[in-house]
């Protein structure tokens, strides 16, 4: 599946190969992820009887600890290889790391949702999260662009 994706997306985007081997990564290890934290539930064929899963949401703290580290490397990440270019992309983007928190530990800790409907609206409105980043990451300019900008 990973290598379709990062195939279509060389083909339709005329993107090159690393761009598109980035992206078949990023694919293959969503599933990884998966593997860690799903119960056995996760097929590893298409037709397969066979599921597989760690079960690592079966431990409320080690989930914790394990999202938290992950959201915090993936924003160390962002953080080193990106630079803000106005205040947008500095407040914009702690007021966003803020929130998702925020959000993070209400669903955590919180009362479970009142109704379907209440889960359906919010997971329609997190396609706000979507246009809130891109927002921010477009007042964001790579690191190594500005290090040719200062050349």
């Not at 997306?9 to 599933?31: D, E, K, P």
């Not at 066979?50 to 999202?67: D, H």
């Amino acid at each position: 599946m990973g290598f379709a994706v990062g195939g279509t997306y060389a083909v339709v985007r005329r993107a090159r190969i690393r761009a598109a081997l980035t992206l078949a990564f990023l694919v293959v290890s969503h599933w990884v992820l998966d593997f860690v934290t799903h119960r056995p539930d996760l097929p590893l064929t298409l037709n397969g009887t066979e599921r597989l899963g760690l079960g690592l949401w079966f431990s409320i703290p080690a989930t914790l600890a394990v999202e938290l580290v992950v959201f915090g490397a993936g924003l160390a990440l962002y953080l080193r290889t990106t630079v803000a270019g106005d205040r947008i992309g500095s407040i914009g983007l702690w007021s966003l790391v803020a929130f998702l928190l925020i959000v993070y530990f209400a669903s955590s800790f919180g009362p479970p949702p009142p109704s379907a409907a209440a889960v359906a609206w919010s997971a329609q409105a997190m396609w706000l999260l979507v246009g809130w980043g891109y927002w921010v990451d477009n007042h964001r300019t790579p690191r190594w662009h500005e290090q040719v900008r200062r050349c």
